[in-house]
């Protein structure tokens, strides 16, 4: 695993978006061996309280240690997962072994995990939903579960059905992305989000002179805070972008100013603390460079 210097981040292997079809099938191979092997792992990024500066849970984030490739980004092999339907495998996967690690970290402390259009189109994803979080043993308002825009393009029946089994059983449902993918105000309206994510690409270059995106964080922020859910704001990086989104009042915060994904062991040391969370981010987007 190659790691920078500066922040130990995981270098990436880069997608090559016109990778032949000899090279999909061969990694569709090696997924579907990762999957038998146990080479999968979730590694849990902090979400941070803005105005405590507590952590109040994490996100999942799929890795993949390839054996030639090294550290695979989930945005490279979900879509092989999807198209080779894998990801039944790996979101359950996913489900199960998020609850099994909630239920060793304190009771007030929660999870998303990120379920795939493909996912939430499964009529047995209730079951497996419900059946993770009986194992585990875990209260279901721990578990958060991020969809985003795309479950509406097909605006079926089974998309209201999902979301009533998904808030029967009690769990917590985020949408992810937002803003990002075909927004529709009536998504907000129809569906019983607890929370919206808003998109990394909107806090990027928020504090330059000019940006818009300061505006359109502050909009979603109030529309979010009218219809009773909480805000996040993706990829944090710098102070002053923290000073900015908790300014235009987003309610949560998840990024590199507080931490990268962690593997479980660092992800439970970070609750030993009191839950405290420390920025340690550059002040300005020129220093971070
Ligand atoms: P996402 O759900 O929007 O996750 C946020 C992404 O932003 C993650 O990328 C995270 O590592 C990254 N990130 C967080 N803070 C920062 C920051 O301050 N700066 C920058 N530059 N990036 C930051 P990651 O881990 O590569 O995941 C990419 C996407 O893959 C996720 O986007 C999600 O859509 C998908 N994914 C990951 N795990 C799973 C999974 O278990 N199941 C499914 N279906 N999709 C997954
Ligand atoms: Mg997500
Ligand atoms: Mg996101
Ligand atoms: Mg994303």
């Known amino acids: 695993a190659a790691k920078d210097g500066g922040r130990g981040r995981h270098h990436f292997y880069a997608p090559d978006l016109h990778a032949d079809a000899e090279e999909r099938s061969k ?36 890795r993949w240690h390839h054996p030639a490739h090294g550290w695979m980004s989930p945005a490279k092999f979900i879509p092989i997962a999807e198209e080779s339907g894998l990801i039944g495998a790996i979101g359950e996967w ?7 690690d909630l239920a060793r970290w304190p009771h007030d402390v929660r999870c ?21 979080i009986d194992s585990a043993g875990i209260h279901p308002g721990r578990l958060e579960l991020e969809i985003t825009e795309s479950v509406f393009l097909t605006d079926d029946e089974g998309t209201d059905a999902m979301f009533a089994a998904l808030k029967q059983i009690g769990v917590r449902l985020a949408l992810d992305d937002f803003g990002t993918g075909y927004s529709s ?3 907000l309206k129809k569906a019983p989000f607890d929370k919206i994510k808003i998109d990394r690409s909107f806090v990027q270059g928020a504090t330059e002179r000019g940006s818009k995106n300061g505006a359109i964080i502050a909009s979603i922020t109030s529309l979010a805070q009218a219809l009773g859910m909480d805000t996040t704001a993706e990829g944090v990086e710098t102070l002053d972008e923290l000073d900015l989104v908790r300014m235009f009042g987003c309610s949560h915060v998840q990024g ?4 990268q ?17 420390v920025a340690k981010g550059p002040r300005s987007a020129r220093a971070a460079r």
């Open 261 to 277: 994904p962690l593997d479980v062991v660092t992800a439970s040391s970070r609750l030993a603390t009191g839950f405290d969370a």
């Open 27 to 62: 990694l569709e191979r090696d997924l579907r061996d990762a999957i038998a092997e146990g080479n999968l792992e979730l590694h849990y990024q902090p979400v941070v309280h803005i105005a405590t500066e507590k952590i109040v849970g994490f996100e999942a984030l799929l």
């Open 256 to 259: 590199y100013i507080y931490d």
């Open 94 to 100: 996913a489900i199960r072994t998020a609850c099994q």
């Open 112 to 132: 998303a995990v990120n379920v795939s259009t493909l996912q939430f189109k499964n009529p047995e994803l209730p079951f497996i939903v419900e059946d993770a």
């Open 185 to 187: 105000l009536g998504y």
